[in-house]
């Protein structure tokens, strides 16, 4: 006579719990907003762009800028207007020879 099995086994608990860890990860990238993704790439472009002018400023004053970035602030360099994180709005900084964004590492 057969007994009747009332559970699961181990390796069937492991395959459920792996199948929805993978389908909750494929989801949570179509969650994110779209325009977070932009804003976060248009961090990364404001802060190359930057990091070009701050070689260019090291280039002809041989000094290197200050932390808030407060020299490349001429129509020279960035211009009037130093440019912003478009997610966060916070300035950028010049760290370890860096520019840096306080909301994006």
Do not use: W
Not at 8 to 31: D, G, H, K, N, P
Not at 37 to 61: F, G, H, M, N, P
Not at 80 to 100: E, F, H, K
């Amino acid at each position: 006579m057969m007994m009747q099995r009332n559970g699961l086994t181990l390796i069937e608990v492991i395959f459920a719990v792996t199948l929805s860890a993978a389908a909750a990860a494929l989801t949570i990238s179509y969650l994110r907003l779209p325009g977070d993704s932009a804003k976060d790439r248009a961090c990364e472009l404001r802060r190359e762009v930057l990091a070009e002018q701050v070689a260019r400023y090291q280039d002809i004053t041989g000094a290197t800028p200050g932390r808030d970035l407060r020299e490349l602030q001429t129509s020279e360099y960035a211009g009037n207007v130093l440019p912003t994180c478009p997610s966060t709005g916070m300035s950028y900084r010049y760290i370890g020879g860096q520019v840096q964004c306080p909301s994006h590492p």
